[in-house]
């Protein structure tokens, strides 16, 4: 979310890719500039952070320069259910360390949404199928407001997938778990961003906008010390499922939290 965002991750992902011995990394980079889209640039320092992949959202190409990034760069996944004519792809199969392979693929949900996106069940259906078999992980990012839609999506893919990880609303939750087919699911990973915010955008504007009704400034993202937020998965290579899932939280207001390894 924004440069408080950015900033955490540059600083913080290359010790935690270490120190977790994490094979594959994924961001979802939709606010990342401004607090609204992905230029090309900021996904590169993603990148170069240590991200393996990075997913978009329902802001998908709010940053221009994105309708063209999206189709050179295949590791940036956008919802599969996105306009038809979006450019880029909603699944990838790419890269992890030791020559395994993993998909990566994001959906937007239906309830409370801006659009009206097709059938986010039917999209990730079709995406294990053609992908599933040929890959020793898979990541399904569900993008959406409702907890009960991103609930549903894991148990849809459990046994399917390695993980379901909700984004979104910017707000962690503290239901990681591991679904009895086996795979691992966590309702959002919440943002990496300044927590002394709405989620991620300065108070004011959007505390006037609630009270009054009216709008008055731009939002901004705010820009305090920010919290990264995500979680960490062990899968077994054999079979593609969750071995243990934590959630991983560090740096600004919100308190500590990491995996032992
Ligand atoms: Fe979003």
Not at 41 to 64: P, S, V
Request: net charge neutral.
């Amino acid at each position: 979310m924004g440069r408080a965002g950015r900033s955490a991750v540059a600083e913080r992902l290359p010790k935690l890719r270490t120190d977790l011995g994490l094979d594959f990394v994924v961001i979802n980079g939709e606010n990342a500039s401004g607090g609204r889209g992905l230029t090309g640039a900021h996904a590169r320092l993603l990148f170069e952070a240590g991200a393996d992949a990075i997913t978009l959202g329902d802001h998908a190409f709010d940053q221009k320069d994105m309708l063209q990034y999206a189709e050179t760069e295949p590791r940036i996944i956008r919802p599969l259910n996105f306009a038809k004519t979006a450019p880029g792809k909603g699944a990838r199969v790419l890269n992890a360390t030791n020559g395994r392979r993993v998909l990566v693929t994001q959906v937007l949900g239906q309830v409370f949404m801006k659009r009206a996106y097709d059938d986010p069940f039917s999209a990730v259906d079709t995406a294990l199928k053609t992908h599933g078999g040929s890959v020793q992980a898979v990541l399904v990012d569900m993008h959406c407001e409702a907890t009960s839609e991103k609930m549903a999506m894991g148990h849809w893919c459990d046994g399917r997938a390695s993980l379901v990880v909700g984004t979104h609303t910017h707000i962690p939750t503290g239901d990681a778990q591991i679904l009895p087919g086996g795979t691992g699911y966590l309702t959002d990973a919440g943002m990496c961003g300044d927590y002394d915010s709405v989620i991620g955008m300065q108070k004011l504007e959007p505390l006037r906008r609630f009270i009054t009704g009216m709008p008055k400034d731009r939002f901004e993202p705010a820009a305090g010390p920010a919290t990264l937020s995500g979680a960490f998965v062990e899968t077994d290579d054999r079979t593609g499922k969750a071995k243990s899932i934590t959630m991983v939280r560090t740096g600004g207001r919100l308190q500590e939290s990491l995996p032992n390894v």
